[in-house]
């Protein structure tokens, strides 16, 4: 498929950067294998003439740049301008990985077909027919007249298609492909190529570009790291697909707050964003099994309460399991050695599973006490009382430090209704104002709040 003209392709080694014509399953000099990545090798420009000053006059002092004002247009999903820091910015490339099946071209032609209303919109369907995009559309009763819709897997004419276009659909990286390389359409070669051409539009043109990513097994998005450092935005769509609630989280954002998240339902009429929080990251039947506790976390501008639910078995094996989802392993290990040698909690022999719920990522640690509480609630067999909400850092030494966004955590318990807030004794001073609301119990160490919760 190389072109006629000068350009070939050779194999890079993305170890070594060693070179070879052809491509090999072991590189020769540094000996890794599945490192060979193919490579455009543009001819070698004609020598210019000595450059005394390659950036003479160019640099300009910090005080002469003028302030650039990011343009910013809804999305027309409340959830998704949030995730992006206030909104779509003009000439961006929004990458939006996720599983299978789990709603990324639902999303997006959603988000097609509001913009198509005022602005000139290209869906770039790779992996889809025209009328497989038509029914989607049809079948979420969207206004889509005005979208345009393109099925091809060659990029190389995408850029004669984009006369006036503002917004751009790629769905999806790994089905593209560009003649330029003779591997087939996905591979680390070929996602990098298309990616980069796809920035260079982006750029010069001021088109938004928003593309659809594969993951992987383990979950990161498909193809070579360099994608992501590419993408001014990086979005992980994720959720069950059994159940219907989708979290969009932000991990990279060049205009925004990464710890930003969006809470999505998938519905028949398409996936609808989602206000009220208390049912998803909350369960019915909290307050009466032992094991559960709420926390009101701050992920991005926001705080929620969430639920974290834990379960201790006995070891059926020699090495005790520990399996959290939603919470740092490594956190968690380092908690269980924190209640056995503070607090007396004897779990090594036990093993320990953590829930956070709704499939929400904690990974402040400010959640580190309910993290706690949860565990010395299964430990002692005791439930906490569905009311009850805790948060604090837990310091090696049993201490439970200050945390940030006290006074918001406190003001989200009190609107959610709770009658009782464990908080760390050092952020007391912040929340002394909420004590008519709510009974705020000051916590300095672990022990403490076990003593409060468990042993009253
Ligand atoms: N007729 C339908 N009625 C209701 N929901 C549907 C219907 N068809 C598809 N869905 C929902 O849409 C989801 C698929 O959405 P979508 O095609 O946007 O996913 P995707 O992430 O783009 O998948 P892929 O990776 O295969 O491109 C399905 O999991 C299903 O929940
Ligand atoms: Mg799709």
Redesign the pocket.
């Known amino acids: 498929m190389a072109k006629t003209n000068k350009t070939t392709t050779e194999f890079v080694c993305s170890e070594c950067g060693a070179t070879s014509p052809r491509w090999l399953g072991r590189c020769p000099s540094c000996g890794k294998f599945n490192t060979m990545v193919e490579e455009i090798v543009k001819p070698a420009e004609p020598q210019k003439a000595a450059r005394p000053s390659v950036y003479g006059g160019r640099a300009k002092k910090l005080s002469e740049i003028s302030y650039e004002h990011y343009d910013r247009t809804s999305s027309g999903i409340s959830e998704f301008d949030n995730v992006l820091g206030g909104g779509i910015v003009k000439g961006s490339l929004v990458l939006i990985g ?10 997006l ?1 959603q988000i097609a077909a509001y913009l198509s209303q005022n602005k000139k919109v290209l869906y770039f369907s790779a ?2 027919s025209c009328s497989q995009v038509k029914l ?1 559309a049809q ?1 979420l009763q969207l206004k889509s007249e005005e979208l345009l819709i393109i099925n091809e897997t060659c990029i190389d004419g995408l850029e004669a298609e984009l006369d006036g276009v503002e917004y751009c659909i790629i ?2 990286v790994q089905a593209v492909y560009t003649d330029d390389l003779s591997s087939s359409a996905g591979s680390v070669g070929q996602v990098r190529e298309c990616a980069t051409k796809l920035m260079r539009i982006a750029k010069s043109r001021g088109i938004t570009f928003f593309i ?1 990513g ?1 993951v992987t097994k383990e979950g990161a998005l498909a193809g070579p790291k360099v994608l992501e450092h590419i993408m001014d935005t990086v979005l992980y ?1 994720e959720g069950e ?1 059994q159940e219907n609630f989708r979290i969009l989280r932000a991990v990279k954002n060049r205009f925004g707050n990464v710890q930003e998240v969006g809470v999505f339902e ?1 519905t ?1 009429e398409g996936i609808k964003p989602v206000t009220d929080y208390s049912g998803v990251f909350l369960s019915e039947s909290r307050g009466e099994e032992a094991g559960s506790v709420v926390t009101p976390a701050q992920t991005g501008a926001r705080c929620m309460n969430v639920e974290i639910q834990t379960l201790i078995c006995k070891t059926s094996f020699g090495q005790p399991r520990r399996m959290p989802l939603g919470v740092d392993y490594n956190k968690l290990v380092l908690l269980l050695a924190v209640l056995e040698k503070r607090c007396g909690l004897a779990l090594s022999s036990s093993d320990v599973y953590v829930n956070a719920m709704g499939g929400i990522r904690l990974n402040e640690p400010s959640c580190d006490l309910a993290v706690c509480a949860a565990l010395a609630s299964a430990y002692f067999a005791k439930p906490v009382d569905k009311y009850v909400a805790v948060f604090g850092e837990v310091g090696l030494t049993g201490e439970v430090r200050a945390v940030s966004y006290c006074e918001k955590r406190v003001a989200e318990c009190v609107k959610m209704g709770f009658k009782k807030v464990l908080v760390p004794a050092k952020n007391m001073k912040s929340v002394a104002k909420y004590a008519d609301k709510i009974a705020i119990v000051p916590i300095l160490y672990v022990n403490t709040m076990i003593k409060n919760l468990f042993k009253d």
């Open positions: 996720g599983d299978p099946g789990i709603g990324k071209s639902t999303l032609t992996e889809e989607r079948r769905d999806s659809v594969h769509f697909n998938m028949g």
